[in-house]
C-alpha cells in the first residue's frame, strides 16, 4: 500500500415529501478492508455512519463477507471491495443537504491503522463524490479527516 | 506490499536508556524497569490485534516466565495517557506502562514498512531483551499469521531462558 492509495466516497440523496433516501456507496482499494457494523470480535472497532439532520434515521449496512486469516479458531467477517450504505430518514419536504460522517478503521497488508472519521456531504436529488485521499494512510489525528485532504468533485446538482 | 523491514534496533543491538512518563505523568527510566529479560511490548488503544492479545498478555505470557525473571514494559505510541491509561485499567495490568505520546522512542523500534507510519509498524511488537537490554528477540506485527496467545514469543523466551547458552 502507498500513501496515495484513497478511499473514495459517493452520497446520492433523494427527497419525496419528507421521507429522505440516501446512499453511500465507498469504494476501498484492492487489499484494504473495515469492520462490519457489526464486527464478530468485541476487540474490533465497527463501521458507523451517522447521519445529521434526519429523524427516524436506518441505516442498512453492507453485508460483510468471511475473512479467514487463520488465527486460531476466529474467523472474521469484513468489509472489502464496494459497499453500499442505504439510509433513509424523514426531513421537512424541501431539504438541501445532507451530512454526516463515516468511522471507519482501515485495515491493509498487515496493519490495521488509526480510525478515523470523514465527513460527507450531499445535495438532495443530486450526488457529491469524494477521493478521501491519504485517508488509508496514518495520520497524527486520527480522528479527523481534515479538510486538504478530501477533494470535492460535485458531479450533478 | 513488500517491506523493506529494516528497523533501527536489530538482534544484537543494545536498546539505549531511556526515559519516558507512566499514565500519571512521573518519568520513569527504563532501566529501572528491565530484569534479567524483559519483554517490551508496543501498544495503542484503537490496535485490534492489541487489545485482542491484552487478556492474555500479562496473566498467561509473561506470568509463564515470571520465575525466569522475565519482566514486560508495554509502551503505549503516539496516544496521550487520558487515553492510553484505559489499556491498563481495563486489563488490570499490573506491569510498568509509558506513554510515548511524540512516538519519537517508538519511532527507533519501528519496522520500516512502505506506506505504513512508524506508530502503525510498530504496534503489536514484541521484543525481548536481555539484562544489558540487547535485542535478543524481535516480532512485528503480520495480520496473517496473528496468534492472540503469542505462541512464537512464548517459544522464544522458552527458548532464550530455558537453556542458557541456546539462542
Known sequence: MNSHQALTIRADAEQSADLVRLTLTVDLPPGVHLEPHQPTEPYLIPTVLEVDGLRDVKVDYPTPTVKDLGWQDITLTVLEGTLQFVVTGRAHAGLECISGTLHYQPCVGGACLPPRTTRWQSPVSGTTAYSVLHALAAQPNPDSASEPERRSARETA | ?167
Open chain 2, 1 to 167: 506490499m513488500p517491506a523493506t523491514m529494516e528497523k533501527t534496533y536489530r538482534i544484537g543491538d543494545q536498546v539505549e536508556d531511556f526515559v519516558l512518563p507512566d499514565v500519571d505523568g512521573t518519568p520513569i527510566r527504563f532501566s529501572h524497569l528491565t530484569g534479567p529479560w524483559t519483554l517490551l511490548y508496543f501498544i495503542t488503544t484503537w490496535c485490534p490485534y492489541c487489545t485482542a492479545e491484552a487478556p492474555y498478555l500479562e496473566s498467561e505470557l509473561v506470568a509463564q516466565f515470571a520465575d525466569r525473571g522475565l519482566k514486560l514494559v508495554v509502551i503505549d505510541v503516539k496516544e496521550p495517557a487520558a487515553i492510553a491509561r484505559t489499556i491498563p485499567e481495563r486489563f488490570g495490568w499490573t506491569s510498568p506502562f509509558l506513554i510515548d505520546e511524540s512516538g519519537e522512542l517508538s519511532e527507533r523500534f519501528a519496522p520500516k514498512k512502505e506506506g505504513l507510519a512508524p506508530e502503525v509498524a510498530i504496534i503489536n511488537a514484541h521484543l525481548v531483551l536481555d539484562q544489558e537490554r540487547v535485542v535478543r528477540f524481535a516480532e512485528y506485527l503480520n495480520m496473517e499469521r496473528f496468534d492472540i496467545h503469542a505462541t512464537s514469543v512464548a517459544a522464544a523466551i522458552e527458548s532464550l531462558t530455558g537453556g542458557g547458552d541456546d539462542e
